[in-house]
């Protein structure tokens, strides 16, 4: 499904923008036209038919206590306008997001960020970076969706990786996995003394299965994931005491913006689930990593350093 509603949605915004401000300073912060931004995987290209699609308004800094205003009068008018469905329609407590699920058989999920200008930038950095990065690599493209889809898969009837609304401690969102799958190929580009045949590279499936192996081998407790996107950089480098103010979360894949801010993207990630997903990779190259049979569910708790302990006594490292 394209982006069919996208004009819609943008003369939506409009509307409600111009009922906030009056036509005049509506003229004087956007002229004739406020543009709204798309980002993430559909932008970035590494969408599946179900992603969702993500938008967002950067709005002066000065008019940033009439956002939760602005994305009122934009939940009326789109429920008026019958684009989405009325009880998806939902402003989330202390975020700045409006989210809904589109009218129509494709039950298609949306959500548009509302905020003062710079507080999207990191998500619109990574955006152009993952869409630059992955641009002239249509197999190793290809290869990374299939593991994003494996890993969406419902097991025992639960979705398991970037599940909309479930608990923020148990998913890996699309853009720090898409980010890890391209250090681990950077990584293995550069340490590698013979490049991969040319035929082999050539093949989507075995792409995906070399990506498979080289997601399988990953240390989240011994290696970090940095991609610098104002230097249009991403890396593999060792864990160590630098990272000391991350240290309670499972897997770091560092987000470094041009003005040198540093986050943690997949801070929403626990360490059970970052087993549970080394186990799939184990599982999809025909290897055993846990030498006991884990159900998916095992790992859809918030958990600490008991069940740390108690996952020690049987996970293999290395």
């Excluded at 982006?3 to 003229?27: H, I, S």
């Excluded at 969406?152 to 720090?176: C, F, N, T, W, Y």
Aim: proline share 3%; hydrophobic share 40%; aromatic share 10%.
């Amino acid at each position: 499904m394209g982006d069919r509603k996208f004009p819609a949605l943008e003369l939506a915004v409009n509307e409600a923008l111009r009922k906030v401000f009056g036509q005049e300073e509506f003229w004087n912060v956007w002229g004739q036209w406020a543009y709204v931004t798309r980002f993430g995987s559909r932008e970035y290209g590494l969408a599946t038919e179900t992603s969702d699609f993500d938008y967002c308004l950067e709005i002066p800094k000065r008019h940033a206590s009439v956002a939760k205003i602005i994305r009122a009068h934009l939940q009326q008018i789109l429920i008026n306008k019958e684009l989405v469905k009325r009880h998806t329609c939902i402003d989330a407590p202390g975020k700045s997001t409006l989210s809904w699920v589109y009218n129509g058989a494709a039950k298609q999920h949306a959500s548009i960020n509302v905020s003062p200008a710079g507080e999207v930038t990191p998500a619109l950095a990574i955006t152009a970076f993952l869409k630059c990065y992955y641009s002239d690599k249509p197999v190793f493209r290809k290869a990374a969706q299939a593991l994003a889809a494996s890993l969406r898969e419902k097991i025992h009837g639960v979705v398991l990786m970037a599940i909309p609304g479930d608990s923020v401690e148990q998913s890996l969102k699309s853009a720090p996995f898409f980010i890890l799958c391209a250090a681990l190929k950077q990584h293995e580009d550069e340490d590698s003394a013979n490049a991969v045949d040319s035929a082999v590279a050539s093949r989507a499936a075995d792409e995906t299965a070399k990506l498979w192996r080289l997601l399988a081998g990953f240390s989240a407790e011994s290696y970090v994931v940095r991609v610098d996107t104002g230097r249009n950089t991403v890396c593999i480098v060792a864990r160590s005491s630098e990272y000391s103010r991350w240290s309670a979360d499972a897997l770091l894949v560092l987000h470094t913006t041009a003005s040198g801010q540093t986050t943690n993207t997949a801070r929403k990630l626990s360490e059970p689930f970052w087993t549970w997903i080394r186990q799939r990779s184990f599982q999809a190259i025909g290897q055993q990593w846990l030498p006991i049979t884990v159900s998916s569910t095992d790992f859809r708790f918030d958990v600490g350093g008991q069940t740390r302990h108690l996952l020690s006594n049987y996970i293999q490292c290395g």
